[in-house]
Structure formats: structure tokens, C-alpha cells
């Protein structure tokens, strides 16, 4: 009986042992189904993540109240920004822009399209309110191979004429750690952006020197787009040409005082000579010719004015006793400081010598 007895209580603690041991496995195996729950809920978290970033065509909601909207796309493009009004913008796609040659605001290239298409910001309302930031991503593998360092690398702004993308320095920013470059301080995000490159080793702005020769020429690509190109004084050339050509800018020292109109002198004792490989092909052209304001108040000490005094004129390249006559003063106009130069548009053929003329100036003695 003492055995029976005993047989009736071991088995009841075998029981109780095999219902704890089942307990702890299903709390494993749940931990383990919940493990994996959590981690397939983690990934299509952050797939359905990725799937909700906007893409082009989507209505994307901006806040308002100067709270910060910060929206990525899903191909890396990235606006940053703050509004004092809840308001609404959308991104589309151009694959077909303005060839990104076509640059201004920054001399040197060539320049290179680093994408195939262009973005084109449009906001519900017109907005010239905002602090913001747009920024688009490059593959440093992709610029080496184009030649293009990280430097080198702008987000550029169609200009309003549509003839160019427009490059400004004081608003550029490369974020090397991120592989991005930005467009800063802006009011206003409404326009079309694209990503270009340099395919250059210089940084910067690229000056020309006066002379003849491969790397002292300004090559200007035929096309529908404007190109700029600038000399180590700061004559600066913008030019739309139907063919592409070459620029160079020589010194001619000496000013005969019998070939100025008259009452008149020139500033300085010299003269630009503008040549290109085509002369006579059809171009729209804006040239900016620096003046050295202290030149003038030495002439007239008692004031002077650049403005009403200071007006650009032209001869033929090959002139020698021609007469300078004045560019018609409607395509003049005067940039006093900070820039001190003579904006001169609207030109068809720049092939020639150029001075700048003072009116009402002293008899030399």
C-alpha cells in the first residue's frame, strides 16, 4: 500500500514538472513568434516607410505656423523648409531640360548634367515667404568617372529668361558626409532645379587672361541656351550664339585723343580688342565692362558721377585712325558699387575695340 501510495504522488510531480516544462517552451516559442512579428512588422514598417515618401506627381502638405517641414522623395531629393502658412507643393519630372551647358553665374567648364531629368517645384499659392533648403543627392562613384569632383558640383536654377541655369555661390552648399549638394537662403521654392557638374580641377570662378591660345580663349557652345565667360579684369561676356566659337580679349596701350568724340576722354590709356572664330555669326550678347572709379574721381576731383558721366564706346577690330562712336546709351547702363561696371546689351557681334569715354571731362593739360 506504501508504494501504491507513494506511485500517485510522483506521478502527480511528474506532471507538474512536464506543465511547468511546456509553459516555459510556449512562452519561448511565443517570445520567438513575437521576435519574428516584431521584426516583420520592423521591416514592413520600414518598407511601407519608404513606399509613403512622395514622388513626383504627389501633393505633398507643408505646415504652417514657421513649423519645420522636413520632406524627403523617394529618389533622394530632399526640401527642407518654413512656412508661416499651412500650403501644399508638388515635385514633376522633366526629362527633357535646357542642355545643362548652358550655365551663369559661374565661369569655367565645361559643365555636365549629373541627372537625366530636372525638378520642376510648383507651391499651391505663390510664396516669397519661406526659410528654406532643397538639397539632391550625387554618387561620388558615378562623378569620378565623369570627371567631376564633389566640388564641383552645383544644384542649378532655370533663370527666368529660360536660357540658362543659373548658378549662385553665396547660396551653394556641398554636404560631402551626405553625398549632397544644397541650394540655401531661399524665399521661395517655386522653379525648376538640376543637378551639374564641372569637369574642371579649378573651384570656383575660372577667370581668363588676356591673349591668344587654348587657355586663354572663352568657348561658347552653340545652342538655344547663354553661357558666360570672364577676364581677369572683370569684363564679363554672356552669350547666346546659333554656332559654337571662340572668344579672346587683348590690351591695345595708347588712346589717340583725335579718334574720341568730342568733349570726351577715355578713362584709360588703353583699349579692349575683342576677336571670335566667327564674327559674323548671329549671337544675342551682354557684355560688362569694369571701370576703375578712382581713375575717374582723379579726373574730376570736384565729383564725379559714374552714372552720367561714363558711357562705353566701339571701333572696328582692324581700326586704327577710326572714330570710337558711343553704343547706342538705351543698352547702357551703369552698375556703380559694389560691381564698377558698364552693362552693354543687346549686342549681335562683339568682334571689335572698345573704351570707356568720360563726357565733361578736364583738358588734359
Same mark, same amino acid.
Given at each position: 500500500?506504501?508504494?501504491?501510495?507513494?506511485?500517485?504522488?510522483?506521478?502527480?510531480?511528474?506532471?507538474?514538472?512536464?506543465?511547468?516544462?511546456?509553459?516555459?517552451?510556449? /512562452? +519561448?516559442?511565443? #517570445?520567438?513568434? $513575437?521576435? *519574428?512579428? !516584431?521584426?516583420?512588422? @520592423?521591416?514592413?514598417?520600414?518598407?511601407?516607410?519608404?513606399?509613403?515618401?512622395?514622388?513626383?506627381?504627389?501633393?505633398?502638405?507643408?505646415?504652417?505656423?514657421?513649423?519645420?517641414?522636413?520632406?524627403?522623395?523617394?529618389?533622394?531629393?530632399?526640401?527642407?523648409?518654413?512656412?508661416?502658412?499651412?500650403?501644399?507643393?508638388?515635385?514633376?519630372?522633366?526629362?527633357?531640360?535646357?542642355?545643362?551647358?548652358?550655365?551663369?553665374?559661374?565661369?569655367?567648364?565645361?559643365?555636365?548634367?549629373?541627372?537625366?531629368?530636372?525638378?520642376?517645384?510648383?507651391?499651391?499659392?505663390?510664396?516669397?515667404?519661406?526659410?528654406?533648403?532643397?538639397?539632391?543627392?550625387?554618387?561620388?562613384?558615378?562623378?569620378?568617372?565623369?570627371?567631376?569632383?564633389?566640388?564641383?558640383?552645383?544644384?542649378?536654377?532655370?533663370?527666368?529668361?529660360?536660357?540658362?541655369?543659373?548658378?549662385?555661390?553665396?547660396? /551653394? +552648399?556641398?554636404? #560631402?558626409?551626405? $553625398?549632397? *549638394?544644397? !541650394?540655401?537662403?531661399? @524665399?521661395?521654392?517655386?522653379?525648376?532645379?538640376?543637378?551639374?557638374?564641372?569637369?574642371?580641377?579649378?573651384?570656383?570662378?575660372?577667370?581668363?587672361?588676356?591673349?591668344?591660345?587654348?587657355?586663354?580663349?572663352?568657348?561658347?557652345?552653340?545652342?538655344?541656351?547663354?553661357?558666360?565667360?570672364?577676364?581677369?579684369?572683370?569684363?564679363?561676356?554672356?552669350?547666346?550664339?546659333?554656332?559654337?566659337?571662340?572668344?579672346?580679349?587683348?590690351?591695345?596701350?595708347?588712346?589717340?585723343?583725335?579718334?574720341?568724340?568730342?568733349?570726351?576722354?577715355?578713362?584709360?590709356?588703353?583699349?579692349?580688342?575683342?576677336?571670335?572664330?566667327?564674327?559674323?555669326?548671329?549671337?544675342?550678347?551682354?557684355?560688362?565692362?569694369?571701370?576703375?572709379?578712382?581713375?575717374?574721381?582723379?579726373?574730376?576731383?570736384?565729383?564725379?558721377?559714374?552714372?552720367?558721366?561714363?558711357?562705353?564706346?566701339?571701333?572696328?577690330? +582692324?581700326?586704327?585712325?577710326?572714330?570710337?562712336?558711343?553704343?547706342?546709351?538705351?543698352?547702357?547702363?551703369?552698375?556703380?558699387?559694389?560691381?564698377?561696371?558698364?552693362?552693354?546689351?543687346?549686342?549681335?557681334?562683339?568682334?571689335?575695340?572698345?573704351?570707356?569715354?568720360?563726357?565733361?571731362?578736364?583738358?588734359?593739360?
Amino acid at each position: 500500500m506504501a508504494l501504491i501510495s507513494r506511485v500517485p504522488g510522483a506521478f502527480i510531480l511528474f506532471l507538474i514538472f512536464q506543465l511547468f516544462r511546456n509553459n516555459v517552451l510556449a /512562452r +519561448n516559442i511565443l #517570445v520567438a513568434r $513575437n521576435g *519574428t512579428t !516584431i521584426a516583420l512588422n @520592423t521591416t514592413m514598417a520600414m518598407n511601407t516607410s519608404k513606399e509613403a515618401l512622395p514622388t513626383f506627381g504627389d501633393s505633398v502638405q507643408i505646415l504652417g505656423a514657421m513649423k519645420r517641414t522636413d520632406q524627403n522623395f523617394q529618389d533622394g531629393l530632399q526640401l527642407d523648409l518654413f512656412s508661416p502658412k499651412s500650403r501644399t507643393l508638388e515635385v514633376q519630372q522633366n526629362k527633357s531640360p535646357l542642355g545643362a551647358q548652358f550655365v551663369t553665374g559661374n565661369t569655367g567648364g565645361p559643365f555636365v548634367a549629373l541627372s537625366n531629368y530636372s525638378y520642376i517645384i510648383k507651391m499651391n499659392e505663390t510664396a516669397n515667404d519661406l526659410i528654406a533648403k532643397l538639397e539632391i543627392p550625387y554618387n561620388p562613384a558615378m562623378l569620378s568617372t565623369m570627371g567631376v569632383s564633389q566640388a564641383n558640383t552645383y544644384v542649378a536654377t532655370l533663370a527666368a529668361d529660360q536660357k540658362s541655369w543659373a548658378i549662385d555661390d553665396a547660396t /551653394r +552648399n556641398v554636404h #560631402v558626409l551626405e $553625398n549632397n *549638394t544644397r !541650394i540655401i537662403k531661399m @524665399t521661395s521654392l517655386d522653379g525648376e532645379y538640376m543637378l551639374v557638374g564641372r569637369q574642371l580641377a579649378d573651384t570656383g570662378n575660372v577667370f581668363v587672361q588676356f591673349g591668344q591660345g587654348a587657355t586663354r580663349t572663352v568657348n561658347f557652345t552653340g545652342g538655344p541656351g547663354v553661357q558666360e565667360g570672364e577676364f581677369i579684369d572683370g569684363m564679363r561676356f554672356s552669350v547666346q550664339a546659333n554656332n559654337s566659337m571662340g572668344l579672346n580679349v587683348n590690351l591695345k596701350p595708347g588712346i589717340n585723343p583725335g579718334t574720341l568724340p568730342a568733349n570726351t576722354m577715355s578713362l584709360n590709356s588703353f583699349a579692349w580688342i575683342v576677336n571670335t572664330s566667327s564674327p559674323f555669326s548671329k549671337i544675342d550678347a551682354k557684355m560688362l565692362v569694369p571701370f576703375n572709379r578712382n581713375m575717374l574721381v582723379a579726373m574730376k576731383p570736384a565729383g564725379s558721377s559714374p552714372t552720367t558721366m561714363l558711357t562705353v564706346a566701339k571701333r572696328a577690330l +582692324n581700326g586704327t585712325s577710326g572714330q570710337f562712336m558711343p553704343i547706342d546709351a538705351a543698352r547702357q547702363k551703369v552698375l556703380e558699387l559694389p560691381d564698377d561696371r558698364i552693362e552693354v546689351s543687346g549686342m549681335t557681334q562683339l568682334d571689335g575695340q572698345y573704351v570707356i569715354l568720360v563726357t565733361n571731362a578736364p583738358k588734359p593739360p
